[in-house]
């Protein structure tokens, strides 16, 4: 018995400062954003709440444009993550409910590709491309072109295929029509992997860094990633406050989607890994 | 075999996969193969004209000093900073998946990083240990007498951007291992604690084996990620330098590309960098199918 307590406190001990290392730059940005510029400078550097938030959050808010930023990213977020999740029901509806036509599996190999081809691979044609389109600076550029997802197709193909077979043969008794049965009984079936592909998609778009730094150019359509960039001065000294304060705003809708969805988010997968 | 819809709808199979397939030629197979052919070309100073060059672009990478260089530390940083981030994740989603007081509070704080992009956790890791106002070079400085500055050391900021980069990629990696975890049956594990296995024994006997499909998907996923976001720490923070220790492939391919405007040049590297990924990508495919244990 006493062997157990031991060790259990140990384990404690372990997690405390494992959970401590991993939550403290958190903490730490967060303590950094209410200080003043005066204090950031000081040695030894500072840990502790500072006198200075509201005017930090203000100046952050302000200087970067942060309610257009937000905006911006928030709407290519949601619009990204939706077409992804409509492209790729849609195309593993087609692959897992439909007999043999003609060129399945090699619409289904042109689709899996995309796995070999992330942005770096093909970055100077498909920005000479949004040129020749006149999408550069514009929403199109920043939206359009990332709506096919293996991942989505897979996931939800997978999940169709754990789907028993009675439930169609049922339907089709009853004289149902592919878009009924889509409609009616495959989407709230799938309502928890939607979920979890919309949060790893919202997460993944309002992240991107290298095409927006390459596409935009204007405040209209510039994201948070890069408006947190531009209050970093290469020539003078950084007010480390008021960037913390506008990463503190940056991070706070990922984060919002990701706890609130972070049950389904884990359901999803669960679920995936049954078969 | 599972049953379908009759063959008078096919026309609607095609109808429902046209957008995903349009966008992927037009933007993503399109372009790639575009890249293969700009690569054998090079612009004139003035960006006016492309001349064939062949295969010169590549001669020149190969035999580049600085291209080695940006291959060299990106693999080693992907690496490194890959076997970090997935031993530690597993380790506390192992620790954390147990009913022990508390185990709520511990989880839900160990997933926070997944919501930083590359570029924030850069930043945010920057500072903590940045040379004049870092708390966390600070006190290393004090405590061992060593002076942590990624500003002019060349191998401070490589082991700044393996920290930044493995600390995002924990959060991700947990949220996994967790959901993965969650599908060991305890009483698998109970039959095995009462035949006297140690947690060791249990761990790898038993629950390794179980999750080693995540854990390989994982792996995959991981180096593909950490090998090519990592740009958005390197962009915001040390821009390559010091003295090119932090000039990872995807960081030249940007400049060469979009600031010197050599696009032949960086076209010759995203074939070099598709190279890689088609072999990690193949790899994939070839292993997870055998060396991973299925439930």
């Known amino acids: ?275 | 075999m599972q049953s379908k819809f009759s063959k008078k709808y096919n026309f609607l199979a095609y109808l429902l996969l046209s957008p995903s397939i349009i966008i992927v030629i037009t933007f993503l197979i399109y372009p790639s193969l575009e890249s293969l052919y700009l690569s054998f070309f090079r612009s004139t100073p003035f960006g006016n004209r492309q001349i064939f060059v062949g295969l010169e672009n590549f001669a020149r990478l190969l035999t580049s000093e600085t291209y080695w260089n940006s291959l060299g530390r990106s693999l080693i940083f992907t690496a490194i900073t890959v076997f970090i981030s997935i031993s530690f994740s597993l380790l506390l989603a192992v620790l954390t998946n147990k009913n022990i007081r508390g185990v709520k509070i511990y989880k839900s704080l160990l997933i926070w990083p997944f919501a930083f992009s590359f570029a924030f956790s850069g930043i945010i890791w920057g500072v903590l240990m940045h040379p004049n106002v870092g708390i966390m070079s600070y006190y290393i400085q004090l405590l061992t007498g060593f002076e942590f500055n990624w500003v002019n050391s060349g191998s401070a900021a490589f082991i700044l951007l393996i920290i930044a980069s493995s600390w995002r990629m924990l959060g991700y990696n947990f949220i996994f291992f967790i959901a993965a975890l969650q599908n060991v049956s305890p009483s698998l594990l109970e039959s095995a604690e009462i035949d006297g296995a140690n947690p060791f024994i249990k761990f790898w006997k038993i629950t390794f084996p179980l999750i080693s499909p995540i854990t390989f998907f994982l792996l995959i996923m991981n180096t593909l990620q950490v090998f090519f976001l990592t740009f958005g720490i390197v962009d915001v923070l040390t821009k390559g330098g010091p003295a090119r220790a932090t000039d990872i492939v995807t960081y030249k391919l940007f400049r060469d590309a979009f600031l010197s405007m050599r696009t032949g040049y960086a076209s010759a590297q995203s074939i070099i960098l598709f190279v890689i990924v088609a072999g990690i990508t193949i790899f994939q495919f070839k292993y997870a199918g055998k060396k991973v244990f299925y439930q």
């Open chain 1, 1 to 275: 018995m006493k062997k157990i307590k031991v060790s259990r406190l140990f384990l404690h001990l372990f997690l405390i400062i494992s959970v401590s290392l991993i939550a403290f730059p958190i903490v730490y940005a967060f303590l950094v954003s209410t200080l003043d510029v005066n204090q950031v400078y000081t040695s030894p550097p500072q840990l502790r709440f500072g006198s200075n938030l509201i005017n930090n959050y203000r100046e952050a808010w302000v200087s970067s444009n942060m309610g257009r930023l937000l905006l911006n990213s928030g709407f290519i977020s949601i619009v990204t993550a939706l077409g992804k999740i409509v492209l790729s029901i849609c195309a593993a509806f087609a692959f897992t409910y439909f007999g043999n036509f003609k060129g399945k599996n090699i619409l289904f190999l042109i689709i899996l590709i995309t796995h070999m081809l992330p942005l770096p691979i093909r970055i100077v044609p498909t920005y000479q491309l949004m040129d020749n389109l006149n999408w550069l600076d514009s929403y199109y550029a920043l939206t359009v072109p990332f709506f096919a997802s293996a991942t989505g197709v897979l996931l939800f193909r997978q999940f169709y295929m754990t789907i028993p077979h009675s439930l169609l043969e049922a339907s089709l008794i009853d004289g149902i029509t592919p878009m009924r049965f889509l409609w009616s009984i495959l989407l709230p079936l799938s309502k928890s992997n939607i979920v979890a592909l919309f949060t790893i998609e919202f997460i993944w778009v309002w992240n991107q860094y290298l095409w927006p730094l390459v596409v935009t150019n204007s405040e209209r359509v510039r994201v948070v990633q890069i408006g947190l960039k531009m209050l970093i001065p290469s020539d003078a000294q950084p007010e480390w406050n008021v960037i913390m304060a506008a990463l503190i705003i940056g991070v706070i809708p990922p984060l919002v989607v990701y706890l609130t969805l972070q049950k389904s988010l884990v359901e999803g997968f669960a679920l995936q890994q049954d078969k």
